[in-house]
């Protein structure tokens, strides 16, 4: 590998960990809004109305937002090709996992069963959003986002759904938070026990709070 070609291969796995930065702090305060859904639907409806209405957030953070979505899941996709073609020598390749953990080598499978997941999110939400403002013009109703919200988990199948993919995004964190720390450099013979201990951590509190969610709307209603 050519000097050029290894620092286009750092700076693109650079951008993958910032853009991934990125999605990980979204989780988390999308987490801490839905959660508010469960300790008092009246302030969820507050925060969400404001989140909804906002011109900062509407203008700007959400078109961030989709556009580190997209560049994320391409750029891994991008990676993953780049990766198995680079590979002129095929180690351990009867035996693979005494280089890598399975999380590790499936990280597109679960990539992609994460994007799946985000578009029946955007279908059941984002899409219904943007029809209830911009399309019908619709008054605004601050009061509206609890009853959405629950509506949606009113069918078994569809919350099965979301619990799956949340697993896979357990799966897709377990190393995806350690990976991006060590791309940009703060991943040090220090200091990556503390952050795979984290990591771990994370993996497992989000998506379980997530999941928590959906179950507690699901099963809180008269079906």
Not at 69 to 78: E, K, L, P, R, Y
Not at 123 to 141: Q, V
């Amino acid at each position: 590998m050519s000097s050029v070609s290894f620092y286009k291969s750092i700076g693109y796995k650079i951008l993958m960990a910032l853009s991934g930065f990125f999605l990980m702090f979204f989780l988390v305060q999308h987490l801490t809004i839905n959660m508010l859904s469960v300790i008092s639907p009246e302030i969820f409806n507050e925060v969400s109305h404001f989140m909804g209405t906002n011109p900062v957030v509407q203008f700007l953070l959400q078109p961030v937002l989709i556009f580190a979505v997209v560049f994320h899941f391409i750029m891994g996709i991008f990676l993953d090709i780049r990766n198995r073609k680079s590979r002129s020598v095929k180690y351990a390749y009867n035996n693979p996992s005494t280089n890598s953990n399975w999380v590790s080598r499936n990280m597109i499978f679960s990539g992609l069963t994460v994007l799946a997941f985000l578009a029946l999110h955007f279908i059941d939400f984002w899409i219904p959003e943007m029809n209830y403002k911009y399309i019908e013009f619709l008054p605004e109703d601050a009061t509206r986002y609890y009853p959405e919200l629950q509506h949606k988990f009113t069918q078994l199948p569809r919350v099965i759904s979301y619990v799956v993919s949340f697993v896979f995004l357990s799966l897709h964190l377990l190393h995806g938070f350690q990976s991006s720390f060590q791309s940009v450099g703060v991943a040090t013979n220090k200091s990556r026990l503390t952050l795979h201990k984290f990591g771990n951590i994370f993996a497992v509190i989000v998506p379980l709070g997530f999941v928590f969610v959906a179950l507690f709307h699901f099963l809180t209603q008269s079906h």
